[in-house]
């Protein structure tokens, strides 16, 4: 794991495996990923790709059935029950898929920003000071009174973002955050987390259909069947005339052993079935049809 040392969330080779009754349903089919503190990254892929079952491991909400999972020096697989409610409670912040899990309905945004810290067991001064300072640094700071009956989607999320991170976590992951909400709210939610990223130096996992969301995030990981598949990382470029642009670039992704899926409409083009051939260039390597 020598060159991974640096990263703050290392996944390899991750298997989650869904037992119910005679049914097996492997989510997780060896899946790779590393996100280096500081980063935010969106996660893409179909419905039933398995982001949702990585960001719940990422959690300590759920555990891998196999392979490896590192968030800061936690090893997700062996972490004992106790461990496991210190990294729930300090090291990650979650916002859960559906809005009104994450909320609880007879609290207000500043109760509700307080109860995980109560847990923590903050004294009530900093937790006043911080639950304050959160739901301002969100856009919601005069709305602390209110219940979530009384917000809009866009402001509930924005009052779950603040929940998740009222423990100062340096990782917080959001499943679909932007789900529920329209094009405009999602967009403000979606800045909100940037700025949780940027300002507060959060590294962030988010969850994401909207392809909207991902074009604005660095780095955007597809998972497809359980796995990695592959990559795709933004930069912004100067032209010549001063003018900047932002090039996307995707890559595939590559295991430990070399393994890397090839997209299949690259398949489909070139007819390539079950064996390939490989030649090794100087520069690059080669996969032709086996004819
Ligand atoms: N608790 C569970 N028990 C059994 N199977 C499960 C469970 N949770 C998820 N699965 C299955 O694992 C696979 C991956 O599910 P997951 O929810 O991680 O996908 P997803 O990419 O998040 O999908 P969506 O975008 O629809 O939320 C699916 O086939 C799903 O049916």
Redesign the pocket.
């Known amino acids: 794991m020598s060159a991974d040392a640096a990263a703050l969330i290392v996944c390899e080779s991750l298997v989650?495996i869904?037992?119910?009754g005679p049914v097996e349903?492997?989510?997780?089919q060896g899946l790779d990923l590393v996100v280096d503190k500081g980063e935010m990254v969106a996660v893409v892929?179909?419905?039933?790709?398995?982001?949702?079952?990585?960001?719940?491991i990422l959690a300590g909400v759920d555990a891998p059935t196999a392979g490896r999972a590192r968030v800061e020096q936690w090893d997700l697989l062996t972490m004992s029950r106790a461990d496991r409610v210190r990294y729930r409670r300090h090291t990650v912040g979650f916002v859960r898929?559906q809005t009104a899990s994450n909320l609880i309905p007879y609290l207000t945004a500043q109760q509700m920003v307080d109860l995980p810290m109560t847990a923590a067991r903050t004294p009530a001064r900093e937790r006043r000071q911080r639950s304050a300072d959160l739901l301002e640094a969100l856009g919601v700071g005069a709305l602390a009174g209110r219940r979530p009956g009384e917000l809009s989607g866009g402001q509930q999320m924005r009052v779950a973002i603040a929940v998740a991170l009222a423990n100062q976590p340096h990782v917080l992951l959001a499943?679909?955050p932007t789900g529920e909400l329209d094009t405009a709210t999602s967009a403000e939610v979606f800045g909100a987390l940037r700025d949780v990223n940027r300002d507060l130096g959060v590294t962030v996992v988010v969850?994401t259909?909207d392809p909207a969301v991902s074009g604005q995030v660095e780095r955007t990981v597809s998972?497809r069947d359980?796995r990695t598949s592959s990559e795709v990382l933004r930069r912004t470029a100067t032209a010549d005339d001063g003018g900047t642009h932002v090039i996307a670039e995707e890559y595939a992704v590559m295991d430990r052993a070399g393994r890397i899926q090839v997209p299949r409409d690259y398949r489909e083009a070139l007819a390539l079935t079950r064996r390939v051939r490989l030649a090794l260039e100087p520069d690059h390597i080669t996969i032709r049809p086996d004819a």
């Open positions: 989650r869904y037992q119910t349903v492997q989510a997780l892929g179909a419905s039933g790709s398995g982001k949702s079952t990585l960001l719940s898929q499943d679909e969850v259909h998972i359980g």
